[in-house]
């Protein structure tokens, strides 16, 4: 009985902070009411990059962002990003999937993305 009430009062606790733990994986800048990311500090895996950030836009990835996190394998861009800077997937030896929102205007030199064939 008294497990299951301690479950009741985690399960809420955990979706309060989820927000703050999806947030605490980016280094990110403000300018003119937009996000932009400027290095990814988490730890690999599968990563969304979300639409929204504290309540701004997230429109873009700034250059070297994601550069040599070679534990990433997956990276799904929020449909808001315009603008991927220069080499900001470089060196990601684990990526094997990325998508990219169809209103991407922009991508830095390099290619933005290098992974092993």
């Known amino acids: 009985m008294l497990n299951q009430k301690l479950k009741l009062l985690v ?6 902070v989820l927000p703050a733990v ?5 280094t990110f800048i403000t300018n003119n009411g937009a996000i932009t990311i400027t290095e990814y500090t988490g730890f690999g895996g599968t990563v969304i990059i979300p639409d929204t950030t504290n309540g701004l836009p997230l429109i873009s990835i700034g250059d070297l962002a994601f550069q040599s996190k070679s534990n990433l394998t997956s990276i799904t861009i929020g ?3 315009t603008s991927i800077g220069n080499w900001s997937f470089s060196s990601c030896t684990g990526l094997t999937n990325v998508t990219f929102p169809n209103g991407v ?7 933005s993305i290098t992974a092993p064939a």
């Open 11 to 16: 399960l809420p606790l955990l979706l309060l």
């Open 105 to 111: 205007t922009s991508i830095g030199q390099g290619g």
């Open 22 to 26: 999806v947030n605490a994986q980016f």
């Open 79 to 81: 449909n808001n990003v």
